[in-house]
């Protein structure tokens, strides 16, 4: 985790997308979070995440469109980021992370028309391990690290 100015932590949920979109908890528009959060999915897709994986799993083509969607969204804020950080692996945690071969196509195509090949280069995007246990253990590493700094 990173923190900036007065120990707050980044909010890169928070990167505008779409100025005319969904509205943010941030007082802002069409934020990352509010295209690619799991109540993002549902508003897109009016189903649970799981079940929308289960529809696709079954080769449902609304629930293939919807995860593509999600993807080529998800691509469009990972690559902002990917300017950012210059990353060489991205880690997609959470329930969602689990849904990625229905969205890993649409993401990895946004972000090879977005990212210049430098940016992308030996680029690996894989699931969390952690799955939805991910936030948590980086709020508790997050804890253990201001507790062990000296003064």
Avoid at 68 to 76: D, E, P
Avoid at 92 to 108: D, H, K, M, P, V
């Amino acid at each position: 985790m990173l923190t900036g100015r007065l120990g707050i932590a980044t909010e890169p949920g928070l990167i505008l997308l779409d100025p005319s979109g969904p509205p943010c908890n941030s007082g802002n528009r069409g934020s990352l979070e509010q295209h690619c959060s799991i109540a993002a999915l549902k508003r897109l897709s009016g189903l649970e995440p799981a079940a929308l994986a289960e529809r696709a799993a079954q080769q449902e083509q609304t629930a293939l469109a919807h995860w593509q969607t999600y993807g080529r969204r998800l691509g469009m804020g990972i690559a902002s980021l990917a300017y950012l950080f210059t990353p060489e692996r991205i880690l997609l945690g959470g329930g969602i992370a689990g849904a990625l071969s229905y969205f890993r196509t649409a993401l990895e195509q946004e972000l090879r028309q977005r990212l210049l090949p430098m940016f992308r280069q030996d680029l690996v995007i894989l699931p969390c391990a952690l799955g939805n246990g991910a936030g948590r253990a980086g709020a508790a590493r997050l804890a253990l690290d201001h507790l062990e700094r000296p003064g």
